[in-house]
Structures are given as C-alpha cells and as structure tokens.
Antibody
Framework: QVQLQESGPGMVKPSETLSLTCTIS????????WSWIRQPPGKGLEWIGY???????NYNPSLESRVTISLDTSQNQVSLTLDSVTAADSALYFC???????????????WGQGTLVTVSS | DIQMTQSPSSLSASIGDRVTITCRAS??????LNWYQHKRGKAPKLLIF???TLQDGVPSRFSGSASGTVFTLTINSLQPDDFATYYC?????????FGQGTNVDIK
C-alpha cells in the first residue's frame, strides 16, 4: 500500500518561495501522475499541477507562472515550489498519485494527509 | 475551465438513509468523473472513477451514475463511517477541477 507524506515549513513570508516535499513509500514513482492539490481554509480543492513519471509536467494556468513540480527518483520524492506567495496561497497542500492510461482518464487513487502552509509576515 | 457544480452543499441524514449527491459539469466531460470522500485530518479517499467504477476496497453501498453532464453519487444505507465531505472531480480537460464539496452530517 503506497503512502504519501508531505513535509515542509508551516509558515512562509509574503513574496517568498513555498517549498514542499512529498515522500513516497511502499511504491514506485514509475507509471504514475504525481499531482499537488490545495485547499484554502473553508474553500474547495484546487489542482495545482502534475508531473508524469517521465518528467512531463502540466500546471494550472492560474498558477503556471509561479509553480514548479519536480521528481527525485533516487529519493522517491516529488517536490513543489511556488514563488512570490501571498496570503491567498495559505492552504492545506496535498500530494496525490494519479493512475490511468492517459492524463484525461487519470484518477487520484492515493493522497497524503496534507500539510498546512500559512503565508504571513 | 470546466466548472463542476455540486449539490447540495450540505445535507443531514440518518443511519440507514439513502443519500444522493449530484455534480453537473459545465460542458461534456464524457465519463471522466471521479468521486472522493474526505474526513477532516485524513487523506481523501477515491471512491468511484470513470463515473461508475467502484474503486477496490470501497463498499458496494456506494455507486455512481451519469446522464449527459449530470453525475450522481449514491450511498445506499448510510453508515456511521460515511459522515464526511464528498467531492467530484473531472479529468476530461486541464486544469482538472473539483466540485465545491458536499458535507454529509448526522441528522
């Protein structure tokens, strides 16, 4: 049973860069889409983007200019960086695994518990 | 972006009730629609994918259906473990988008 664990600073200052890591245990990076999803307090879920195990990425256009998702296959980790953060980036950030023959038929079959990030000075 | 409109936003139900949650897509998404269950402080859980396929290990009281751009999640005979928030999600087009969620609580 694959397990995903998000980690990173719980607080980031405005205009700085948010960096999170997702450590994957009990499974391989290969063959899957690795996404980050976020949920601002009291709001719904927002897809940030994914990286396919081959390295191909796709980002939400609303965040594309500020976001990077990368893989470290040696460490079995997926990382998220979000530049120039504001209070609107405060959220619970989830790491997820997507499975499917193609991106359009992918479903998120494993999720981490999420890590809360607050943007505040 | 494809808008996913979920209803109701919340509902109260009793153990044993049949619960129906609806998700309407703003355009055709074929059957690329998934349903998730989320309990506070826990990892969300995939219940149904491709509109009607039950994920391995999910109880058979959960079912999904589709009619055009309207998708339905049904929970037959609600159990104590089912009190949670439910989300639909489309993967037909990027960006992937979610419904606003339906909170199911105890009447």
């Amino acid at each position: 049973q694959v397990q995903l664990q998000e980690s990173g600073p719980g607080m980031v200052k405005p205009s700085e860069t948010l960096s999170l890591t997702c450590t994957i245990s009990g499974g391989s990076i290969n063959g899957y889409y690795w996404s980050w999803i976020r949920q601002p307090p009291g709001k719904g879920l927002e897809w940030i983007g994914y990286i396919y195990y081959s390295g191909t990425t796709n980002y939400n256009p609303s965040l594309e200019s500020r976001v990077t998702i990368s893989l470290d296959t040696s460490q079995n980790q997926v990382s998220l960086t979000l530049d120039s953060v504001t209070a609107a980036d405060s959220a619970l950030y989830f790491c997820t695994r997507g499975v499917g023959h193609a991106w359009f038929e992918s479903r998120l079959d494993s999720w981490g518990q999420g890590t809360l990030v607050t943007v505040s000075s | 972006d494809i808008q996913m409109t979920q209803s109701p936003s919340s509902l109260s139900a009793s153990i044993g009730d049949r619960v129906t949650i609806t998700c309407r897509a703003s355009q055709n998404i074929n059957t690329y629609l998934n349903w998730y269950q989320h309990k506070r402080g826990k990892a969300p859980k995939l219940l149904i994918f491709s509109a009607s396929t039950l994920q391995d290990g999910v109880p058979s009281r959960f079912s999904g259906s589709a009619s055009g751009t309207v998708f339905t999640l049904t929970i037959n005979s609600l159990q104590p473990d089912d009190f949670a928030t439910y989300y639909c999600q489309q993967s037909y087009d990027r960006p992937w988008t979610f419904g606003q969620g339906t909170n199911v609580d105890i009447k």
